[in-house]
Every structure is written in C-alpha cells, then in structure tokens.
C-alpha cells in the first residue's frame, strides 16, 4: 500500500474592514504575516508536496501564493471551485479525487469544513485557526481514504518567527 499525506490549511487571517464579497476578502496584515511562517513549517517538516489545491477564495489563494515562496520546491497549484465553502463531506469528495500517482497534497480552504474533515478522518477534534495546519497519513489510495485508518501527524499554527540572538 502507498503511503499518502494530505496537509490541511486553513487561510491566513482575513480583513473584514471592507465591503467586498466574500470570495474576495484579501488578508489581514496578520495573515501576510502568519502564512509564510506556515510555509517555512511546512519546508522544514514536510518531505516534498506534490501538488497543492486550493480554494478560488482570494484570502486562500493569497495565503497559498506566500506559503509556496516560503518551500525549497513550490508543488504544481490547482484551484478547485469545489473547496470554497466546503463542508467535511464535500472536501472529502475533493480528496477523494487526487490522482493515485501522488503523495503529499495541500488543500488550502475554510472552517468549518476543515475542522469536520479533520474529525471524519482521524476521529479527533482538532481546532483549525486562521494559517492552522493538520498533517494526516495512512496507507491507502486517496479514493479510500475515507476507508482507511488516519493518523494526525500534526496539528496547530506554527509559532512565529523568534529573532535569533
């Protein structure tokens, strides 16, 4: 059996000053911080991402655009209509239909269908912030996962940047 990662992250936090739609709420000056620090988590602690899909929502896109400046090997990036607003079951489906030939993906989207999706696959309730990341293995295929048995890997918001001394 192969062995598959799918890595969760939740937007950076967002600007609510505005009177834009939803889909186009930019970042807060908070998430153009907090993103690339979940970007240089994910260069330190993951292998190789192979592809990343993300929500058309311009705060995910955004968050998504500084996260890969921060990775050694940016993956090919697929936006999916199908994540906006999502919820766990509907994520699901969305997984459910990555190509066998790949191992780690990032899906890039909202709460509270992150947090669901994180519960349906690993039974655990895990809080998903703004910029929060879940790591999941299991061995299957990503048509199966709702099949197999997950493990949460890792799960929070990375800690900010410490100047060094």
């Known amino acids: 059996m192969s062995e598959r990662t799918l890595i969760l992250l939740r937007h950076a936090k967002s600007?609510?000053?505005?009177?834009?739609?939803?889909?186009?709420?930019?970042?807060?000056?908070?998430?153009?911080?907090?993103?690339?620090?979940a970007g240089r988590?994910?260069?330190?602690?993951?292998?190789?991402?192979d592809l990343a899909v993300v929500s058309p929502a311009?705060?995910?896109?955004?968050?998504?655009?500084l996260v890969a400046?921060?990775?050694e090997?940016?993956?090919?990036?697929?936006?999916?209509?199908r994540v906006y607003g999502a919820s766990g079951g509907e994520l699901?489906?969305?997984?459910?239909?990555?190509?066998?030939?790949l191992g780690?993906?990032?899906?890039?989207?909202?709460?509270?269908g992150m947090e669901d999706l994180v519960l349906r696959l690993t039974a655990r309730r895990v809080r998903m912030p703004t910029s929060a990341l879940?790591?999941?293995?299991?061995?299957?295929?990503?048509?199966?996962?709702?099949e197999s048995f997950a493990e949460l890997r890792a799960s929070g918001r990375p800690p900010p940047d410490r100047p060094r001394p």
Not at 18 to 32: K, M, T
């Open 15 to 37: 600007d609510w000053s505005g009177d834009e739609a939803d889909i186009d709420r930019p970042l807060a000056e908070r998430g153009r911080r907090q993103a690339p620090e």
């Open 92 to 101: 699901l489906a969305v997984v459910s239909d990555v190509s066998d030939d």
């Open 58 to 65: 311009v705060r995910a896109r955004s968050t998504w655009d």
């Open 73 to 81: 090997a940016p993956p090919p990036t697929m936006t999916d209509v």
């Open 134 to 146: 879940a790591v999941i293995d299991w061995s299957g295929s990503w048509s199966t996962v709702a």
């Open 41 to 49: 988590w994910l260069d330190a602690n993951v292998d190789a991402i």
């Open 69 to 71: 400046t921060e990775l």
């Open 104 to 112: 780690t993906v990032v899906l890039v989207g909202h709460n509270p």
